[in-house]
């Protein structure tokens, strides 16, 4: 098996859903899907597929998000190889493609920051954030203010205005957009100025 035809490392998150489907090389070649970025076209066209993935899930569709499954492993795919490259590194007439809709979300800069969505938070479903870690260290941030929640220590006290806080400002979009999609639509309450939480009436 060619060592080109996948990515070294695969990190997925706890996906709260995923597609699977098996496909024949027959089927593929009756098809006339020659390369994977065709198939994954193809894919996006299936009306379950669709309903399964929603908005989100289907911009995310992609070579870097699709996996092959090969005995025990998930192998991820790592440039646009054509199915029969594909067929013949596994020797074999059926392969088994997947796709997960994974519970949470990373993005990096290049100063080695993660910034993280985590799915599932029920405690915080009403507060927008963001989880920034780097060497061991984690705190969050606001997704509305920008601001740290937890207390800054080193590394973050030292690159918080000239590293996270430019990062988050470029990226507050993104980083709410993806808290709207794995937080399943809530609506962050206004707050009084004694603290408490309100909704206004719509």
């Not at 990190?11 to 899907?33: D, E, V």
């Not at 499954?69 to 790592?78: E, F, K, P, T, V």
């Not at 020797?91 to 080695?112: K, M, P, Q, R, W």
């Amino acid at each position: 098996m060619s060592e080109e035809t996948f990515s070294k490392q695969i990190m997925i998150y706890k996906p709260y859903g995923n597609i699977t489907k098996s496909f024949a090389k027959t089927t593929l070649q009756q098809l006339k899907i020659v390369h994977i970025s065709e198939f994954i076209d193809y894919l996006k066209k299936d009306p379950a597929v669709r309903e399964g993935l929603g908005t989100w899930g289907l911009e995310n569709f992609s070579i870097a998000t699709v996996y092959l499954q090969y005995h025990d492993y998930l192998l991820g795919i790592q440039k646009d190889k054509t199915i029969s490259e594909i067929f013949h590194d596994f020797e074999t007439d059926c392969l088994e493609f997947a796709y997960f809709v994974v519970g949470g979300a990373s993005i990096h800069n290049e100063t080695s920051y993660r910034f993280t969505i985590h799915p599932d938070e029920k405690i915080h479903e009403h507060m927008p954030h963001v989880h920034v870690s780097k060497a061991g260290v984690e705190i969050r941030y606001s997704l509305e203010t920008l601001l740290p929640i937890d207390p800054l220590v080193s590394p973050h006290k030292r690159d918080n205005k000239k590293v996270i806080m430019p990062f988050l400002q470029r990226n507050q979009e993104l980083l709410l957009e993806m808290w709207r999609y794995y937080t399943k639509g809530y609506i962050t309450p206004e707050i009084t100025q004694e603290g408490q939480q309100f909704y206004r009436e719509s």
